[in-house]
């Protein structure tokens, strides 16, 4: 396995049900926007285990989804989803779909423009693009607090952050770009309490990052989740991460 494979986030669906189940039960906001007609075609990328593409096939739309971890697409598969084992970066469809539709994935694709160009190509004239996913200042101090946990072991610091976060200017004008038209794009806020801590977020999350440490892992979480209590750990112990959401919906035109 080479260096860059070692270190890819993997997923397991039952960590993320216990651990992050806040993802799909905060997405009410961004399902506001896709506003889904029943019968559209829908592509809904980055799909995880299906909780929202559920919910949309269950409104009356005709679902795709696509995810890249085999995990994801397995229990997608369990529940009867259409779902796909595919690299969002890579996608193959061609002027299929009325929408395409995307929560809490786009941070994990650092190539955003291949990204884009997918969706493009995916999507039917008019289709839509109606997307959530972190935006700039997403878990900032969790990612200094990273940061300095690899400063002090001397480990690399790049996996502390191998995230894609951008402000709506920079999203905003690569689709723009890529030929869509931005409708309405905002930073959102979302401190989200984490009820099951913060070491557990920093375990499922940033798995690679604490990999470095081998033998060190559990240790190099404590230490990390003891820099954050101050920031984001409350007087009664309760954990809450600092989420910025970008929201975005754009039209092919
Ligand atoms: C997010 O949903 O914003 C997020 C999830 C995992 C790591 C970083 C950010």
Known sequence: ??????????????????????????AGGVLDWLAPRPG????????????????????????VGVDASESFVRTCLDRGLDVRLMDGEALTFDGEFDAVFSNAALHWMTRPERVIAGVKRALKPKGRFVAEFGGHGNVAAIVTALTATARRHGVD????????????????????????????????????????????????????????????FDAAVKETEELLRFALCDAHGNWTADYVRLRVEAVKS
């Open 1 to 26: 396995m080479t260096k860059e494979a070692s270190r890819r986030q993997t997923w397991s669906a039952s960590s993320y049900d216990e651990h992050a189940r806040f993802v799909s039960d905060l």
């Open 40 to 63: 559209e075609r829908i592509l809904d990328l980055g799909c995880g285990d299906g909780v929202l593409t559920a919910q949309l096939a269950q409104g009356g739309a005709q679902v």
């Open 157 to 216: 610091s790049a996996p502390a952050h191998p995230w894609f976060f951008p402000t709506p200017e920079i999203y905003g004008s690569m689709l723009g770009q890529a030929g869509f038209d931005v409708k309405r794009i905002a930073l959102i806020p979302r401190p989200t309490p984490l009820k099951t801590g913060m070491a557990s977020w920093l375990r499922l999350f940033n798995t690679p990052f604490f990999e470095q440490f081998g033998d060190g």
